[in-house]
């Protein structure tokens, strides 16, 4: 049984689609990470899922119970706020135990001063006051607990917000954008302790972001959200090495990937420089439009011979490990980026001329509406290849 | 140019605050200087600040035992106390609910706001007499106090203050278990002291000052508010006795006097509204 579904969400708002029918499932402790250039509807279809907004259509099923109808209060959703969100006024301890309170103590153990000596109030609140600093210790906030949020740094006020969120056990954790907010080594290390956490509680998360180094590295599946569709859902490997639609191509990888437009010749096949590949479906009419996609490490740059794209270096990028190299394709005048070992990358100097070649079997092939079109490098090819040598 | 230093511009904005200060607070000095006067100081032809024969003493008992002072101060007490808190009661929610939650009727709502704030008090009172007369509840608190128990200007004030609060912070309680209730009572009025101290500022000093609305409900001395009972002490007791009416007035004025001294620092943070800080 999944954890989560989602079926067919669609919400509009103001004539204008913001998701046009996703649906998506979560399998118990799985982490999903949802992610997508700004306004493209995960953080609605995340406030969807959390009951903060309501669908136009579309079942949501948490632990196969329906709560599209079921209040937020209801649905035991935990969430960490891209703000964080935590109550200005209280104490970064009373503002961990506010879920407990809320769920753990009835309406009239909850008036302050009124009831401390009845039977079993001050047992539940000592459990209270435990879970908290249990909490706040596996966190390393114990030193925080009597700060509000106005005294508390970026950094420690996620951790409050993560500590809110975690100290019961929600069926569902959502995270909208938790580390935007922090610097860039905050961030990374963050992103550990957040898949430390989630491993160690094992509930299943659903994470929102904008940056797919962020979704590729903590996530079990990587959900790809583009203008309102949910274009792929799929392991983070999956969604780098098998892009099913050019627009995930274009959103994963970084540098982005090379796109050339190309043609169809004969038969399904489509060539790029010496390398020819062969759609699946050959029905494909001769001279229809494709868009051929290369990963920048899969290019490969040659400072001499005749085989390959002809091109001149146009700029290139150090970066220690690796070097980026920016071309620019005689003729077509289109740039591909390369991305090669400091020892490939040797003495090449910007308006070199370079030849560029990527073996078929690196290529992937895009319809004209954006979806993937199953291809093969051709065999001949390969026979020359192993010829060569 | 040092914060301190004594330059131009600095003597003449002083002296211009100065002399603002001394024109505003004139008559409540000279109100305090009649009060200490006896009969015939204060109708001799020189005008002299300083009481010639200190007649404090006797003023203020006069006032006191005069009028039933006890009872107006307490009926003042009670009728703000009542007015405020049913008002705060009232305006927080609509104007939690106005701000916040979505609904159809949330633009006409606004516009039947803006329209309430634009109806004076005045324009309503005959039919409002009328009305409490025939119920018969003329002369009692209720009628002191229903008239006000919806203040449309302290909606459109909370109004402001809630739109500024970041939506997160509900959705986060929403989450958190808590319900619409509990989310106004556990994190929009704890975060909303500013806004409700400068309302609180408002309501009370309208309604200890007011004569009209008193006037107009109350006959029976027994439910006269602090200004009523001036003007009956005026009518009946005083007759021409300035000295002992000015010290009637020192006392009535007098809390709230000492409840601005007290509290300075608040009244101007709750006027200049603060916002929130994250």
């Known amino acids: 049984m999944s954890a989560l579904t989602l079926t067919n969400i669609q919400k509009s708002f103001g004539g204008n689609q913001i998701l046009k029918g996703v649906s998506l499932d979560a399998q118990p402790g799985e982490f999903i990470a949802l992610v997508g250039p700004s306004g493209c509807g995960k953080s609605t279809l995340l406030r969807i899922l959390a009951g903060l907004e309501t669908a136009d259509s579309g079942d949501i099923v948490i632990e196969g119970r329906e709560v599209s109808q079921v209040q937020a209060a209801d649905r035991n ?90 100290v019961r056990r929600p069926a569902v954790f959502l995270m909208d954008e938790p580390l935007s907010n922090l610097d860039a080594n905050l961030r990374v290390h963050a992103r550990g302790e957040i898949v430390e956490l989630h491993r160690r509680a094992g509930v299943p998360t659903v994470y929102v972001t904008h940056d797919q180094a962020e979704a590729l590295s903590m996530a079990d599946r990587v959900a790809v959200m583009i203008g309102g569709s949910l274009l792929q859902l799929a392991p983070p490997q999956v969604i780098y090495d098998d892009p099913q639609h050019i627009e995930v191509a274009k959103f994963v990888g970084q540098p982005r990937i090379n796109l050339i437009a190309s043609q169809v010749e004969e038969n399904g096949i489509i060539a790029l420089g010496a390398e020819r590949c062969v759609l699946a479906d050959r029905s494909l009419p001769a001279d229809s439009q494709v868009t051929l996609g290369i990963r920048p490490e ?34 077509i005048g289109e740039t591909m980026i390369a991305k090669v070992t400091p020892a490939e990358g040797a003495g090449l100097a910007s308006g070199a001329p370079v030849r560029l070649s990527a073996s078929a ?18 065999a001949e090819n390969a026979i020359r290849e192993a010829v060569h040598g | 140019m040092s914060p301190n230093g004594f330059n131009f511009g600095r003597v003449v904005r002083l002296s211009i605050l100065s002399l603002g200060a001394v024109v505003f607070l004139a008559p409540y000095i000279f109100m305090i200087s009649t009060a200490g006067k ?15 024969h200190w007649f404090y003493v006797e003023n203020f008992t006069k006032a006191w035992s005069r009028v039933h002072m006890p009872t107006l101060l307490f009926n003042g007490v ?17 104007a939690y609910a106005m701000a916040k939650l979505k609904f159809r009727a949330a633009k006409a709502m606004m516009v039947l706001v803006m329209l309430g704030l634009l109806v004076p008090i005045h324009a309503t009172a005959l039919p409002l007499y009328v009305g409490f007369d025939r119920i018969g509840a003329l002369n009692s608190y209720a009628a002191l106090v229903a008239p006000f128990s919806i203040s449309v200007f302290g909606i459109f004030l909370f109004l402001q203050f809630f739109r500024a609060m970041p939506d997160d912070l509900i959705h986060a309680a929403r989450l958190d278990g808590m319900s619409e209730i509990g989310v106004i009572a556990r994190v929009i009025v704890p975060n909303a002291w500013p806004a409700i101290t400068a309302f609180s500022i408002f309501s009370v000093v309208a309604h200890w000052n007011d004569l009209y609305w008193p006037l107009i409900v109350v006959s029976n001395q027994a439910y006269a508010t602090p200004p009523l009972g001036l003007l009956y002490f005026r009518a009946a007791e005083a007759g021409d006795d300035y000295g002992a009416l000015m010290a009637a007035t020192l006392i ?25 800080k994250g």
């Open chain 1, 77 to 166: 959703i935990a969430m960490v706020f891209q703000s964080y969100a935590l109550y200005p006024h209280l104490t970064a301890a009373q503002n961990i135990a506010v879920p407990l309170v809320m769920r753990r103590l009835t309406r009239t153990q909850r008036i302050p001063f009124v009831v401390p000596l009845m039977p079993g109030h001050r047992k539940a609140v000592a459990d209270i006051h435990r879970d908290v600093r249990e909490m706040a210790a596996s966190l390393k906030i114990d030193q925080l607990l009597d700060r509000k949020p106005g005294q508390m740094s970026g950094g420690q006020r996620q951790r409050v917000a993560l500590a809110r969120a975690m």
């Open chain 2, 38 to 52: 006896a009969q015939s100081d204060i109708f001799t032809s020189s005008l002299n600040l300083i009481p010639q």
């Open chain 2, 252 to 276: 009535i004025t007098s809390p709230l006097v000492g409840a601005f001294l007290i509290a300075q620092k608040r009244f101007v943070e709750g006027i200049t509204m603060t916002g929130l």
């Open chain 1, 361 to 378: 079997e690196h290529i992937f092939v895009f319809g004209a509406d954006g979806t993937r079109l199953a291809s093969a490098p051709l």
């Open chain 2, 78 to 94: 009670i009728v703000c106390l009542m007015i405020l808190v049913i008002q705060v009661v009232i305006a927080i929610p609509c």
């Open chain 1, 298 to 331: 899969f290019v490969q740059v040659s400072r001499s011979g005749e085989a390959g794209l002809p091109a001149h270096v146009d700029r290139i990028e150090f970066l220690g490990s690796e070097i980026i190299v920016y071309c620019r394709l005689d003729g």
